[in-house]
């Protein structure tokens, strides 16, 4: 996994993805996931075709989900909004007990508006501004 910022996707690239029927990003977010569902996708077409990532940079970044620092309520719903949909696109046992983690926190405060939207981006697999 890594971070989208600065990256650079070779033609050659998108030519693979294009011949397996996928985009290198998925539409189905909105803002926070798009890097990870990259990677995931790039991991997926890596079954199928030989592909090399290089870095060559090193870039500081301030990590979103970075837990020094309190996030804001409208963060904290976009990383919900993510696990949701990362659960529902791309299954995995980590990612269950992440999104299970998360929705036994928001059941226990009863934030109704967290619940909603979780399972509404589970339910439909994108974001709630997607359409």
Same mark, same amino acid.
């Given at each position: 996994m890594s971070i989208g910022s600065g990256l650079v996707i070779s033609k050659e690239l998108l030519q693979k993805f294009k011949c397996l029927g996928l985009t290198p990003f998925d539409n189905n977010y909105a803002l926070y996931g798009v890097d990870s569902s990259f990677f995931k996708r790039l991991s997926y077409l890596n079954n199928f075709s030989d592909v090399r990532v290089l870095s060559k940079n090193h870039i500081v970044h301030d990590l979103s989900s970075s837990a020094s620092t309190k996030i804001s309520r409208f963060r904290y719903k976009e990383r919900i909004i993510d696990r949701s949909i990362t /659960?529902?696109? %791309?299954? &995995? %046992? *980590? +990612?269950? #007990? *992440?999104? $299970? #983690?998360?929705? $036994? %926190? *928001? /059941? *226990? &405060?009863? +934030?109704?508006? $967290?619940?909603y939207v979780s399972l509404f981006s589970f339910i439909k697999g994108k974001h709630p501004k997607v359409q």
């Open positions: /659960l529902r696109r %791309y299954p &995995t %046992y *980590i +990612d269950f #007990k *992440i999104f $299970l #983690k998360s929705f $036994l %926190y *928001i /059941l *226990i &405060t009863l +934030d109704f508006e $967290l619940m």
